[in-house]
Nanobody
Framework: QVQLMESGGGSVQAGGSLRITCEASGYSYSRYCLGWFRQLPGKEREGVAVIDEGNRAVYQESLKVRLTISVAKDNGKNRLYLQMNNLKPEDTAEYYC????????????????????WGQGTQVTVSS
């Protein structure tokens, strides 16, 4: 059973930093895309950053300079991180961890349509 458990969300002032974490387990893909998506109030869910089993990462271009995605592997589990710096009020959103199978010959993308499993989300609120 796939389990994705986010933590580390909270409230921060603009200009601050936050690191959110996802404990990911239970999936058996040899090729996978593991990443972060977010849903701003009243908006569609969007891809933020995704990383594959070879540590190749893709970022939403407009956010790239302020984000770092990374993964630590430990006994069959992955711990996924998203370091967010210089946070802005427009970053206020529910952040979701997600995983899906990476198709052979393809790189990971940022489309929510490719996600196989979702976490329950962690709220990040940035105040001005």
């Amino acid at each position: 059973q796939v389990q994705l458990m986010e933590s580390g969300g909270g409230s921060v002032q603009a200009g601050g930093s936050l690191r959110i974490t996802c404990e990911a387990s239970g999936y058996s893909y040899s090729r996978y895309c593991l990443g972060w998506f977010r849903q701003l109030p009243g908006k569609e869910r969007e891809g933020v950053a995704v990383i594959d089993e070879g540590n190749r990462a893709v970022y939403q271009e407009s956010l790239k300079v302020r984000l770092t995605i990374s993964v630590a592997k430990d006994n069959g589990k992955n711990r996924l991180y998203l370091q967010m710096n210089n946070l802005k009020p427009e970053d206020t959103a529910e952040y979701y961890c997600a995983v899906g199978q990476r198709e052979l010959g393809y790189y990971c993308g940022l489309s929510p349509a490719n996600v196989g499993h979702w976490g329950q989300g962690t709220q990040v609120t940035v105040s001005s």
